[in-house]
C-alpha cells in the first residue's frame, strides 16, 4: 500500500508544475490499488528514475519503460499488476517520421522539438526525437498520429510530409560527445562543472547551491558532493555531461577526471 503523503514529503524535488508527478502518482496508485493496467504521458529522465524507485520499492507491480529508441531518455511507464496481460505499445505511443526538403531547411533537435511545441503540442505527448538528414523521428501520443498525419504540413518554416511508420522502423539514436582530459583539485561536483564549463568555482558554488544541478536525475544542493565515475550531471542552462573515469592523482596531487559532455 502507497503512503501517498509520505511519497510526495520525500520526493519533493520531483514535484514539477504542470502537476505531471502527482498524475502519475495517482495512476500508479491506481494500478496498485485496484489491479487495473495503467499508461502514463511520456516522461522525463527525472520522473522515470523517481517512479522506478517508488514502484519497486512500495508495490509489486511489474514497471515496463516504453521509450521506443534503444537508448531512450523520454518514455511512457506501463504499471503492470500480476497476471494481466502487457498491451500492445503501439496503441499507446505512434512513430512518425518527417521528411522535408533539406536543399531550403535544416532541422536540428532543437529545432524539430520547439516547431512541434509551437503547435500547442505538450511536451508530455511528445517522446524522443532523432533526426537525421532531410527529417527526424519523433515518438508522440498514438492519439496524435492522425492530427500530425492530416493536419500538419510545416513545422517551422520547412514544408514537410509525415507518416507514421512501424516502431521496428526506428532509427538509430546517437548522441554526439565531446572528451575533456582534465585534473581537479578535489572530487567535487563544483569543482568538477568548473573544469567541464570554464566556470569560476563560486559560479559553480552558486549553481549547486540553487538546486540547479542533478546527478543522476536527482537534484543535489552541496558543493562537496563527490561524482562516481559513470555519473551523469546535468546543469540547467548549461547541458550534461558522463564523469567516464576518474583515473588517480598527478605528480602536483591532482586528481585526473575524463568527462564526456553531451552535444546533442
Not at 137 to 152: H, I, M, T
Not at 172 to 178: L, V
Not at 187 to 208: E, F, G, H, K, P
Not at 213 to 227: C, G
Request: glycine share 4%.
Amino acid at each position: 500500500m502507497i503512503d501517498r503523503k509520505w511519497v510526495i514529503h520525500h520526493y519533493a524535488n520531483f514535484i514539477d508544475e504542470d502537476g505531471l508527478f502527482i498524475k502519475t502518482l495517482d495512476l500508479l496508485m491506481r494500478a496498485d490499488s485496484f489491479f487495473e493496467i495503467q499508461i502514463t504521458e511520456f516522461l522525463s529522465p527525472d520522473l522515470i528514475y523517481a517512479f522506478d524507485q517508488i514502484c519497486h520499492q512500495h508495490t509489486e507491480l511489474t514497471l515496463i519503460k516504453w521509450g521506443v529508441f534503444s537508448d531512450f531518455e523520454r518514455a511512457k511507464l506501463v504499471f503492470l499488476p500480476e497476471y494481466v496481460e502487457v498491451p500492445s505499445l503501439d496503441k499507446s505511443i505512434a512513430l512518425l517520421e518527417v521528411s522535408y526538403n533539406q536543399k531550403f531547411n535544416t532541422l536540428e533537435h532543437k529545432d524539430a522539438l520547439g516547431a512541434l511545441m509551437a503547435l500547442g503540442i505538450k511536451r508530455n505527448k511528445i517522446g524522443d526525437i532523432v533526426v537525421f538528414e532531410g527529417g527526424f523521428q519523433v515518438a508522440v501520443s498514438s492519439e496524435l498520429s492522425s492530427y500530425f498525419e492530416n493536419s500538419v504540413d510545416k513545422v517551422g518554416r520547412a514544408g514537410v510530409s509525415i507518416k507514421r511508420i512501424s516502431c521496428d522502423q526506428v532509427r538509430i539514436k546517437q548522441n554526439e560527445t565531446k572528451k575533456i582530459n582534465a585534473t581537479v583539485k578535489s572530487l567535487r561536483l563544483d569543482s568538477v562543472i568548473a573544469t567541464c564549463y570554464n566556470l569560476s568555482r563560486s559560479q559553480a558554488q552558486v549553481l549547486v547551491q540553487g538546486e540547479k544541478v542533478k546527478v543522476n536525475h536527482q537534484v543535489i544542493s552541496k558543493p562537496e558532493y563527490s561524482p562516481k565515475e559513470t555519473d551523469l550531471i546535468s546543469v540547467r542552462g548549461y547541458g550534461r555531461f558522463h564523469v567516464d573515469e576518474v583515473l588517480g592523482v598527478t605528480k602536483k596531487d591532482r586528481i585526473r577526471i575524463v568527462l564526456s559532455v553531451i552535444t546533442r
